[in-house]
């Protein structure tokens, strides 16, 4: 029998009585800690231990697209940067490549769009309880890794964004066998249009595998390391160390 993380979750939600409006109350509860601390040690073993390590996340059918995929956590990114780039249809963004790698890149929106790209119709589970399926379209993570030349050295993958949560800036990672999964991509569509800012244009991390405080949006950069240590407070995510949320989020 599999016992999914979504599962626990929602087990845990109804034996707490819980009332739910956000991630950050969700996080607050420790009744919700402890599901998750177990859920991560079954999914994690399951998923790299057990389980095909490419097996895919269910994909649907066109009919099955919600008919408003809904926005949670940042819905505009403040400041004047993020602002001039909205403004200018993100002409001037660029996603920045560093790290354990031997060719840094700096890539535009119209260079992801020259590169093979990846159509899905998942499902997104939020921790909040909610569900939404989408079509997602954008770049396979792995040839942007392959094309900067990742380093053998490097164990995760670091996702720097463009919107802050009180004084931190969101960011989160995962690990090689998720950054090299063929449904893992860097997204810039959502149901036919280019990615709405609510949903994290220009670009957002679709890792389907995983729940939903995983898919940093508004991304910035990547950047591939040994360690997560040193980045943030040493968690892996915003809300692994604001809120001691899981680092692996399986579903």
Known sequence: MTITRRAL???????GGLLLAGCDKLGANPTFHGALASAEKLTYRAQRLITDRAALAPEFAGA???PVFRSNG???PAGADYAAMAAS???????AVTGLVARPLSLSLADLGRMPARTQITRHDCVEGWSAIGKWTGTPLRLILNAAGLSHKARYIVFHC??????ATYYESIDLVDAFHPQTILAWGLNGAMLPVANGAPLRLRVERQ??????KYLMGIEAVTSLAAIGAGKGGYWEDVSDYEWYAGI
Do not use: M
């Open 89 to 95: 249809h993100f002409t001037d963004w660029r996603l």
């Open 64 to 66: 099955d697209i919600s």
């Open 9 to 15: 979750i929602g087990s845990a939600t109804a034996a």
């Open 162 to 167: 463009a919107d802050r949560i009180g004084s």
């Open 74 to 76: 940042t819905r505009t």
């Open 211 to 216: 729940l939903g405080y995983k898919q940093a």
